[in-house]
């Protein structure tokens, strides 16, 4: 089952971000992904099985530009994550529809994400989702001393 995830539910969906993005902090994702789910442009999924969090979807609006394309906002798919037992069964896919649907009643026209160059699982489930690949770009960072 895909549903919204509620308030009282932030702590549940930082624990399976944290399994995504495991370099941040179970309190303070907690905490954002409280705001974030009473955010009007973000939507916070959540995959159950039983009652058992076994993935999630994360999408928001983006007003700036996005790469590769021509509209705005363009609603963009932030996270996702399934645990492994769940994988391949059609879980991602559900996600990624039920994101899909929530960009069109907020008046997108076009849907994108992103992953790292080396993700190649990553890329083939993007590929798999319809999405395609409309750049490859290298990001640098300087210290400012």
């Not at 979807?57 to 996270?79: I, K």
Request: aromatic share 10%.
């Amino acid at each position: 089952m895909i549903r919204q995830a509620e308030k009282n539910e932030a702590m549940r969906v930082a624990e399976l971000a944290l399994l995504l993005w495991p370099n941040n902090d179970l309190a303070a994702f907690t905490k954002e992904f409280k705001a974030w789910i009473e955010d009007d442009e973000t939507l916070i999924l959540l995959a159950l099985d039983q009652g058992y969090a076994v993935g999630f979807a994360q999408c928001q609006l983006r007003h700036d530009y996005v790469e590769g394309t021509d509209s705005s906002p363009v609603g963009y798919l932030e996270g996702l994550y399934v645990k492994k037992a769940y994988r391949m069964k059609g879980i991602a896919n559900e996600l990624v529809k039920s994101c899909e649907l929530w960009a069109k009643d907020k008046k997108c026209r076009e849907f994108a994400s992103d992953c790292k160059l080396s993700n190649d699982a990553s890329i083939r489930m993007h590929k798999k989702l319809g999405f395609t690949e409309a750049n490859r770009i290298v990001c640098f960072t300087k210290t400012l001393r």
